[in-house]
């Protein structure tokens, strides 16, 4: 079986088991989401108990739903949490809890909320980075590869963070989800991302990672119409080929 079908096969699975056992929560169904589950905000708890959390002073944190508590923890915490604007749109915002009310933090760490009380930073002002969070759809106990919903952003957020030596091999990255969604084994592509810790409402695990992380973004998977359509991979592109002007926003049709 093909590397992709074997992704989604698993993806499937996941869905409709969360969906089945009815551990998923808003926004339902979970299908083509990083699933939103029961017990998310215990498993971002388990961050405390994580050198490499309590160490950090920034944390890239994914804007997905189950994720939110991380994001809160990280807030209450006095740590700046950078976070991807959906689809990358408006490239990344940071939230410094310094100028945030306690108050407001319920708030700021959503989606609408982080526009409102955080800023839209340009990629070369970005700090860098001591921690990723990230979402899973399925994460592997073995070696801590991990599916997302299948569009790529993960990969895409993290290759662009390291264009900018803004992150590097040795930045630890977390993932937390629901016990459901660990599994054993789960098949690599070059441009797939490994995790360092799994956290669960029932367990936090360590995992060994086997092989390295992408280096940057491999463009040569990238279509036009995708680099077309997110700016800062437009910026990048013709930045780094020195085409300037090659993709325009028009570009994507």
Not at 127 to 143: E, F
Not at 186 to 209: F, G, N, Q, S
């Amino acid at each position: 079986m093909k590397i992709k079908e074997e992704k989604k096969r698993i993806r499937m699975k996941i869905w409709r088991l969360m969906e089945e056992r009815n551990i998923a929560r808003f926004p339902r169904p979970v299908y083509g989401r990083i699933p939103n589950f029961i017990g998310a905000e215990r498993a971002a708890n388990r961050l405390l108990n994580l050198n490499v959390f309590i160490s950090a002073d920034i944390v890239k944190v994914n804007p997905d739903s189950p994720q939110r508590s991380a994001r809160r923890l990280c807030l209450e915490w006095g740590k700046v949490v950078i976070m991807a604007s959906p689809r990358l749109r408006s490239g990344f915002l940071l939230l410094d809890p310094k100028r945030i009310p306690p108050s407001r933090y319920d708030e700021a760490v959503t989606i609408r909320g982080a526009f409102r009380w955080g800023d839209v930073i340009k990629i070369s002002s970005l700090p860098k980075i001591d921690l990723m969070i990230t979402g899973s759809v399925a994460v592997s106990s073995y070696d801590g590869a991990r599916i997302g919903k299948g569009g790529g952003y993960a990969e895409l957020e993290y290759g662009i963070l390291r264009e900018y030596d803004l992150m590097d091999e040795d930045t630890p990255i977390v993932t937390t989800v629901h016990d459901v969604q660990v599994i054993d084994r789960i098949p690599k592509e070059p441009h797939d991302l490994t995790v360092d810790y799994i956290l669960t409402p029932t367990r936090a695990l360590r995992v060994c990672r086997r092989g390295g992380r992408p280096v940057g973004i491999l463009w040569d998977l990238l279509s036009e119409e995708k680099i077309a359509e997110i700016p800062i991979l437009r910026e990048l592109y013709n930045e780094k080929t020195g085409k300037s002007g090659r993709f325009s926003r028009s570009s994507s049709g």
